[in-house]
């Protein structure tokens, strides 16, 4: 028996390269690293987006102007035709009653449009309604019913805060003179 007819045991992880063992591991010397620059030193870290003396992309980029996108009231839409087809005469139209009939999702504000006919009465209590959509539903007989929406609680408290400001500087030149 030789000693290349052993049984080996099979392993099931590979084990590690050592790296800078001399120059008979294959990996010597620099150890795979090459020679010379910040990449070849212990204590190296990459750091993100950085790309050496390129102008940075975040430094190319204009940074000009201010965008609102992020506080944008998203109103979901439902046309007086769909509301006629779901509803009949004198139910009332509410969020909850349209998210129960899944004609909008629960977490938007609903509008109502003015497309199509409607050809009875309803009570109608949604967060917008349009100018010919409100002709509509009134002259039908009828009635609108406006939910503020979160947008239009905030310009509420901002208006107080603004009459709260101005009455507080009035009862001060009040007391001045």
Request: overall charge positive.
């Amino acid at each position: 028996m030789n000693l290349d007819e052993l049984y080996q045991l099979v392993s099931k992880r590979q084990s590690r390269k050592r790296v800078g063992r001399g120059p008979g591991s294959g990996v010597g010397e620099t150890a795979g690293r090459g020679d010379k620059g910040a990449k070849s030193r212990s204590g190296y870290k990459r750091q993100l987006f950085n790309e050496g003396g390129q102008m940075p992309l975040a430094r190319r980029l204009p940074k000009r102007g201010f965008s609102n996108y992020a506080f944008k009231v998203r109103y979901e839409a439902v046309n007086l035709d769909v509301v006629a087809a779901h509803f009949g005469d004198g139910e009332t139209v509410d969020p909850e009653t349209l998210v129960k009939k899944g004609l909008v999702k629960a977490d938007r504000p609903v509008k109502i449009l003015a497309r199509g006919e409607l050809p009875h009465k309803l009570t109608v209590k949604v967060h917008r309604v349009s100018a010919k959509a409100k002709e509509a539903i009134e002259a039908k007989g009828g009635t609108i019913d406006l939910i503020p929406t979160r947008k239009d609680k905030w310009e509420a408290e901002r208006i107080e805060k603004i009459k709260a400001k101005r009455a507080a500087r009035a009862e001060r030149a009040k007391a001045r003179a």
